[in-house]
């Protein structure tokens, strides 16, 4: 539970879409630093490995409820977790209804991209695609866009759901472009531009704040995020 709860709190960090780059770090003392005081280092772990220990696989899985498929997203969306996302959209059933319920702090941009479009392709070609947040869960950041792809949305009252502007994990800078790209993506996705500028204005894209709505207060204010309250 400790790691799950730090690798939640580290993709918090993150931000919406992060833009992850992971360069190699920096290691050891400055060339001047007295041989006496030199310490070995080991060699730092390929980029892949840390990725994979700092930012967990989100944990997948199926189960079949009435004439539906729901696929549970439980975690960090990573690239790891997109290769199985799809295998298993490719893997179900032509026709069959699937539902993906959602409970992730977000992740990679690029993965989170690929699950979003992957979901609109299947949808285009004819497949129901809901998406589900449960009470006293939340989807954040990346999740959230996963989540505006689906349709129905639905969410319990006191399901949480937070956007940001994007940030990059090796320096924790945001630029005007990555936030301007995510956030017409939220736009196209079915996000309400009157909330999106109430968010805005609320410092919800400046980079300084992680703003968070429960889900029926966002019905309330007509964000068109949830389009249906579960009971």
Known sequence: MAV??????????LGLGALLTMGAATHGFAADTPA?????????PPAA??????????????SEQGGATVLRVDGIITAGVEQRFAETLRGLPAGRPLVVELSSPGGFTS??????????AERQSGRSIATRVRGGESCESMCVGLYLAGYPRYAAP???FMVHAPRMAENGRMTMRSTQTMVQRLVSLGASPV???????????????DYREKADRLTADGANIVTELTR
Do not use: C, N, Q
Not at 4 to 13: F, I, M, P
Not at 36 to 44: E, G, I, K
Not at 49 to 62: G, H
């Open 36 to 44: 006496a005081m030199a310490v070995a280092h080991p060699a730092p």
């Open 195 to 209: 909330w999106v500028e109430r968010v805005k204005a609320a410092g919800g894209f400046s980079g300084t704040l």
């Open 49 to 62: 490995e840390r990725v994979a220990s700092e930012f967990p696989d989100a944990a997948l899985s199926r």
């Open 111 to 120: 993965a989170g991209y690929r699950m979003i479009d992957a979901v609109l």
């Open 158 to 160: 006191s399901a949480e």
């Open 4 to 13: 799950k709860t730090a690798a939640r709190t580290a993709a918090r960090w």
